[in-house]
């Protein structure tokens, strides 16, 4: 196994799908489509790798005549700026119009295209033709969420068995022109728990999951246990094909989610309405296992272990990402990349962990099937324009053992009790858990309003970010706010000023708070927190138009997320630099002591609701 230390890749979110409605583009949704400059910005983290797409349907949109100028000049530049793009022709995608996925012409198509993709870009050494070929068959040939919107087995299998061959075509075209050429295949790997009762659809479920990358290693022959099953659907013929000239991956690419691992249960009184599903023969509720085993199940590391059993091939965590507030998505990333740094030292070859959404993206809470809400990522580009939140300094960060954000300290939500919504049921493993123990840096609400300091150390408890609520500011005998007596086992990150003070007094606390390093944040009125505050066009974001007011929690939500990005954001804001907030023209004052460039008007824009669902632990990403 290679020394080298672990690779840090990145990725932008660029599904192009299609409905019965038409094609989604998350590339044209996030605004990337019109920036070059996002590159400079991502090669600012310090990746080795990007996921990059020269996408099939953004090419060749009409099926014919390629367009090349968008990827020439971003591949030129990712050239430049020293970064190996991972090129991925399509992405939960079906291909220009005149083709789909249950089409005879899709994977032929595919592998013309990806050679004229290497014969212009003959450079490029990695590629991922297909992302997630089993996902999508899941998505577009079983559940019909997504185009042709069938709803069989057959229907699945030949959608899987149309992008395995296309990756097979496409690869076969690239390494003619590229002998070097590397295939990194990335699908979503999970795995499914259940009653005794459904356990036999737990273990197909379970089985399943592994049929896109056996079938490129040539594993799906008359002896692996999914050769009948699939064969009945008249595909034999195919079946050997593949198997006689298969197309092993070069990097097994694990993509896991929070809610990857899923609980199967046939008491449906014990789960609500919308879980229900079922096969040909039962009908039972289908959850995050997250939600309901005690201890929850092993997650990533289990997943990257499996693979690894069962291949024998470099792995590489392929997408990381959370859908939820921002200090569980800290927690998330420092986790993952924590725990492929345990498994590599426990022998298992993982190359890289990858920042996932760069950007953030578009819509995965209604599955790509109609527009959804914006979940900022390692950039926030609710505005337009891309903001780095905490999440860059914590991604720049990992590989050389940075200090991470106190709050990235804390367990997130499925590491602590409230995570369990569903009656709990016992899961046998022997994995210690970790502590709940609040031991990071604390935030302080310091508020004379007691029903705010309350709304303030609710969501703050509900978000696992540890806190004190401390009285009103008080004048010492030199005029000097009570902060710069703080005990020193406090230690806080973090201060909240709500309520009136003179703008002297408001001065000093943010330079006493730059002084200790502590980023602060004043609403000059308690009043503040039950005012409503106006949100984005998640979809099409411009600033100041109004789209969504949403309640108290969303606005608490919204500036938390704020205060934890600006303890190491751009630019630094300065004492007394005034940021309106726009949701009812009023001031808030931030203050960061990051540093990096003073601003003297710092406008923060508008923000698209921050569910307090999730803020209690409800991961809304990819919940398939």
């Not at 064969?231 to 006689?244: V, W």
């Not at 272990?305 to 927690?331: F, I, K, M, S």
């Not at 505050?533 to 309640?551: G, L, M, N, Y």
């Amino acid at each position: 196994m290679p020394m080298d230390g672990l690779q840090f890749w990145g990725g932008v979110e660029c599904t192009v799908n299609r409905t019965a409605a038409g094609y989604s583009d998350q590339i044209r949704l996030s605004g990337h489509h019109g920036r070059l400059a996002d590159l400079d910005l991502f090669a600012s983290l310090g990746m080795t790798a990007i996921r990059y797409p020269v996408l099939w349907e953004r090419v060749m949109p009409d099926g014919r005549t390629p367009d090349w100028s968008w990827t020439d000049e971003r591949l030129g530049r990712l050239r430049d700026l020293g970064i190996r793009p991972i090129a991925g022709l399509v992405h939960h995608g079906s291909g220009p119009p005149h083709t789909h996925l249950l089409d005879d012409g899709f994977a032929t198509g595919l592998g013309d295209y990806a050679a004229k993709v290497v014969e212009r870009y003959p450079w490029i050494e990695s590629w991922t033709p297909v992302n997630e070929p089993l996902t999508t068959a899941r998505f577009s040939g079983l559940y019909g969420h997504w185009y042709p919107h069938a709803r069989d087995e057959a229907a699945f299998w030949l959608a899987l068995l149309n992008q395995i061959d296309g990756t097979r075509a496409a690869m076969r075209a690239i390494r003619q022109v590229n002998p070097a050429a590397k295939l990194i295949q990335t699908d979503d790997l999970g795995r499914t728990y259940a009653t005794v009762l459904l356990g036999e659809q737990a273990a197909f479920d379970n089985l399943r999951r592994w049929a896109g990358w056996d079938l490129l290693f040539g594993r799906i022959t008359p002896h692996h246990p999914l050769w009948t099953r699939i064969a009945s659907f008249g595909f034999a013929e195919r079946l050997r094909r593949i198997a006689d000239d298969p197309c092993p991956p070069d990097i097994v690419g694990v993509n896991h989610y929070l809610t990857s691992d899923r609980f199967l249960d046939h008491r449906l009184q014990r789960y609500p309405t919308h879980t229900h599903g079922g096969n040909a023969r039962r009908v039972y509720a289908d959850v995050e296992a997250v939600r309901v085993l005690d201890p929850p199940p092993p997650g990533l590391a289990g997943a990257l272990q499996e693979a690894w059993d069962r291949y024998g091939t470099p792995l590489a965590v392929t997408e990381v990402h959370n859908g939820c507030t921002r200090e569980e998505q800290l927690r998330w990333a420092a986790e993952a990349w924590d725990k492929c740094l345990t498994v590599r030292n426990d022998g298992v070859d993982i190359r890289a962990v990858t920042a996932w959404s760069l950007l953030g993206s578009h819509g995965w809470d209604t599955l790509l099937t109609k527009p959804g809400r914006y979940e900022p990522g390692v950039f926030d580009v609710s505005d337009g324009t891309p903001r780095p939140t905490a999440l860059a300094r914590l991604w720049s960060g990992l590989a050389a053992g940075a200090a991470r954000h106190p709050v990235a300290m804390a367990p997130g939500w499925w590491r602590r009790s409230e995570r369990l919504v569903y009656p709990a049921l016992p899961h046998p493993i022997k994995a210690p858990l970790p502590s709940e123990h609040q031991h990071d840096r604390p935030l302080l609400i310091w508020c004379r309003d007691a029903s705010a300091a309350d709304i303030w150390a609710g969501i703050c408890a509900r978000r696992g970010i540890s806190h004190r609520v401390v009285g009103a500011l008080s004048a010492d005998a030199m005029g000097l706010p009570a902060i710069a007596a703080l005990p020193d086992h406090l230690r806080p990150w973090g201060l909240i000023h709500i309520g009136e003070a003179p703008d002297d007094e408001a001065e000093t606390v943010a330079s006493l708070c730059e002084a200790m390093d502590i980023a602060s944040l004043r609403l000059s009125n308690a009043s503040q927190v039950a005012d409503d505050f106006v949100s984005i066009d998640p979809v099409s974001p411009q600033r100041h138009s109004i789209a969504t007011v949403t309640d108290t929690s969303g606005f608490v939500n919204a500036l938390l997320d704020l205060l934890i990005d600006g303890i190491y954001d751009v630019p630094r804001f300065e004492a007394g630099d005034r940021a309106v907030l726009p949701y009812d023209g009023s001031a808030t004052t931030i203050y960061s002591p990051c540093g990096i460039a003073p601003a003297k008007t710092v406008e923060i824009p508008s923000r698209p609701p921050i569910n307090l669902a999730a803020a209690e632990g409800v991961s809304c990403s990819r919940g398939d």
